[in-house]
Structures are given as structure tokens and as C-alpha cells.
């Protein structure tokens, strides 16, 4: 099964960066990510056994963390030259402690195996460039300082994604409530 470790948005947010994305929606080319799907990955896992799952739960369970707020500012493009791939919302205030939670997420499945395939960056996919699209980076600058709100993370998730030609689709593995 196809497994990543994330951080979900609370409706709020999700309604509040959809503004946007509905008028990215206008533009050809662009795949938008589902509104329900909007999330921050912590670490990507891939293609996991069964059997891996369990002591993946336990691995994670381990991790310990107050509950802090992020907050949500600008709009950017992957990679930072060139045509872009991907469009994210970025995180302002917090990213620090994301970063440190994705970091312990990574140093507690390090030790089953699995290994980080970028640095973390903290930020929100919102759609994947399918083709150049005309007037992309001219309709981005105009949310570059746009606030979409803040919200608090008191948990993460084990999730999983099943590919669908209409696009994945994610469940709940396990919810990991920060003690």
C-alpha cells in the first residue's frame, strides 16, 4: 500500500485557499489537488507491506509534541526556475516546529528503513502543472502576500493513497494526537 505521514487543514483553511484555487481552476494545464485532499506531508513512505504497517503505527506513536499554530501566507511555484510543476500555498508562522515534527517522524522511520527523498519543506500542494500554462506566473504574483489563515496542529497522520485516474483518493491509516 502507498503510505505518507501528513498533517491535514482544518476546513477553514481549506475553504480559505480554495478562493484561490478555483481561479487557478480557470486555467488549462493545471491539475487542482481536491479540496478535501489539502494537507502538509511530513514524509512520503511509498509502496509499504502489510506487515510493515503495525510497527510503522508504533514507530510513530513514540513521537511526542505540543500542540502549536501555523499560520498561512503566499502562493509559489516547484521548482523556483523554470516551468513550473507544482503550485503550493506556503506556511508562515510555525514551519519551524514543522519542520522539527517532520524531522522526528523521519529519524523514527529511519530506523525501519525508509529514508527522506527531499528535505522537508513546509508547504501545501494545491495543484501539479500538467502542461506550460500561459499566465500562470502572472496569476500566482497576485496572491505572493495573500493570508489564508492560521490554524493549530495537535495531531498527525498515517495516511494512504490509492491511485485513481481521477485522482487519488486518502484514508486514515492512524491519527497520532500530540501528548
Known amino acids: 500500500?502507498?503510505?505518507?505521514?501528513?498533517?491535514?487543514?482544518?476546513?477553514?483553511?481549506?475553504?480559505?485557499?480554495?478562493?484561490?484555487?478555483?481561479?487557478?481552476?480557470?486555467?488549462?494545464?493545471?491539475?487542482?489537488?481536491?479540496?478535501?485532499?489539502?494537507?502538509?506531508?511530513?514524509?512520503?513512505?511509498?509502496?509499504?507491506?502489510?506487515?510493515?504497517?503495525?510497527?510503522?503505527?508504533?514507530?510513530?506513536?513514540e513521537i511526542k509534541f505540543d500542540p502549536f499554530e501555523i499560520s498561512f501566507k503566499g502562493i509559489g511555484f516547484f521548482p523556483p526556475k523554470g516551468n513550473p510543476r507544482v503550485v503550493w500555498i506556503g506556511i508562515e508562522n510555525g514551519e519551524d516546529k514543522l519542520k522539527y515534527l517532520a524531522n522526528e517522524v523521519s529519524e523514527k522511520l529511519k530506523?525501519?528503513?525508509?529514508?527522506?527523498d527531499k528535505e522537508f519543506s513546509a508547504h501545501v500542494t494545491i495543484a501539479r502543472v500538467k502542461r506550460r500554462v500561459s499566465g500562470l506566473k502572472e496569476l500566482l504574483s497576485e496572491f505572493e502576500n495573500e493570508v489564508f489563515g492560521s490554524m493549530v496542529v495537535d495531531k498527525f497522520k498515517l495516511k494512504r493513497s490509492i491511485l485513481k485516474h481521477t485522482g487519488p483518493i486518502y484514508t486514515d491509516i492512524e491519527v497520532f494526537d500530540f501528548k
Open 1 to 61: 500500500m502507498r503510505l505518507f505521514v501528513a498533517v491535514d487543514l482544518d476546513e477553514k483553511i481549506r475553504d480559505s485557499i480554495y478562493k484561490v484555487a478555483e481561479r487557478l481552476s480557470k486555467l488549462s494545464g493545471l491539475k487542482l489537488v481536491e479540496k478535501e485532499n489539502l494537507h502538509i506531508t511530513l514524509m512520503f513512505l511509498g509502496e509499504v507491506s502489510e506487515a510493515k504497517v503495525d510497527l510503522i503505527k508504533e514507530k510513530l506513536s
Open 111 to 116: 530506523k525501519l528503513g525508509f529514508k527522506r
